[in-house]
């Protein structure tokens, strides 16, 4: 069975730093485009950043360049999202999801979802 698994989500301050981790399970990562979306209270799912199978290309939404850091451990079977600098506005539940092949905006698998909360 196709699984993704978040975790690392929690309540952080403002300026604050969380490193997010989506684990796969019954298949390899390696073939797999791998994003990170965020659905804040209220508000539609948005991209926040990608990892590509090709070079291992990276995208960003413009909110988040800069502060947040998207990376592929195949040892591990992870893909990692290190957030610093995180502000109240990135408060969201965070999901990961795969497709095969490049980034784009659809994907085939999807996680549960881990809560991040940033407040004093």
């Known amino acids: 069975q196709l699984q993704l698994v978040e975790s690392g989500g929690g309540l952080v301050q403002p300026g604050g730093s969380l490193r997010l981790s989506c684990t796969a399970s019954?298949?390899?990562?390696?073939?797999?485009?791998i994003g990170w979306i965020r659905q804040a209270p209220g508000k539609g799912r948005k991209g926040v950043s990608c990892i590509s199978v090709t070079d291992d290309s990276t995208y960003y939404a413009d909110s988040v360049k800069g502060r947040f850091t998207i990376s592929r451990d195949t040892s591990k079977n992870t893909v990692y999202l290190q957030m610093n600098s995180l502000k109240p506005e990135d408060t969201a539940v965070y999901y990961c999801a795969a497709r095969l092949g490049d980034c784009s905006p659809t994907y085939d698998y999807w996680g549960q979802g881990t809560q991040v909360t940033v407040s004093l």
């Open positions: 019954g298949f390899t990562l390696d073939y797999y485009a």
